[in-house]
């Protein structure tokens, strides 16, 4: 177990639709990273967040949006939701600056599957 | 922009054996850090090592081994005494360092490794 909780595990949504998914960081993590695992396009980060404000984007679709909030647990939010949509999306977080801070711990995932 | 190849999509090796995956990586930043991640069938992604690109000393932890040569940009994993369990999915993974602060990981698309009885 380390330490990062997602939530759901498992999203079963129809296309145009809207969700939200959940990530709390490891006790006293302040930076929270959400990656996309699907088929097509292996591990792809997409965003970053730190002591709540973003940090660094990647390949993140203008549909998607994230934040995170005062007690640092963060929200991502999908939509207008696409098949391609349909991945695993993991949360992961990390020690703040100054600390170990070269190591990132990853949530369980949440699947998404869009029909 | 950095990116990290794994040549090698699948691998099986007999239990007790060793095996060796490969990644190569590219960069042109002289500051980072290289890691192995685990993803079993549970979808866990479970830090495996970690090397700091400026310490010449190859990472180890227990079974698990690296030989990173920085000049050619290559970090292979080495699993000794492989075990049922170490079947998985395995990702190697760049990350630049920002001096105190760390950056997003970049993955390899994997290598499959499959532990035969």
């Known amino acids: 177990d380390s330490g990062v909780t997602q939530t759901p595990k498992h999203l079963i949504t129809a296309t145009g639709q809207r969700v939200t998914l959940r990530c709390s960081p490891r006790?006293?993590?302040?930076?929270v990273y959400w990656y996309q695992q699907s088929l097509d396009q292996g591990l792809q980060f997409l965003i970053q967040?730190?002591?709540?404000?973003?940090?660094a984007k990647g390949n993140i679709l203008e549909r998607f949006s994230a934040q995170q909030f005062p007690d640092l647990h963060s929200e991502l939010n999908l939509s207008s939701l696409e098949l391609g949509d349909s991945a695993l999306y993991f949360c992961a977080s990390s020690p703040p600056v100054g600390e170990s801070t070269d190591t990132q711990y990853f949530g369980p995932g949440t699947r998404l599957t869009v029909l | 922009a950095q990116t990290v190849t794994q040549s090698q999509p699948e691998m099986s090796v007999q239990e007790a054996e060793t095996v060796t995956l490969s990644c190569t990586y590219d960069t042109s930043e002289s500051n980072y850090y290289l890691f192995w991640y685990k993803q079993p069938p549970s979808r866990q992604m479970i830090l495996v090592i970690r090397?700091?690109?400026?310490?010449?000393q190859n990472a180890t932890e227990n079974r698990f081994s690296v030989n990173f040569q920085k000049a050619a940009k290559s970090f292979s994993l080495k699993i000794s005494d492989s075990q049922l369990g170490d079947t998985a999915m395995y990702f190697c993974?760049?990350?630049?360092?920002?001096?105190?602060?760390?950056?997003?990981?970049?993955f390899g698309k994997g290598t499959k490794l499959s532990v035969k009885p």
């Open positions: 993974a760049f990350m630049k360092h920002y001096g105190g602060s760390q950056g997003n990981l970049i």
């Open positions: 090397q700091e690109a400026y310490k010449q």
């Open positions: 006790s006293g993590d302040l930076s």
């Open positions: 967040y730190y002591n709540g404000e973003e940090r």
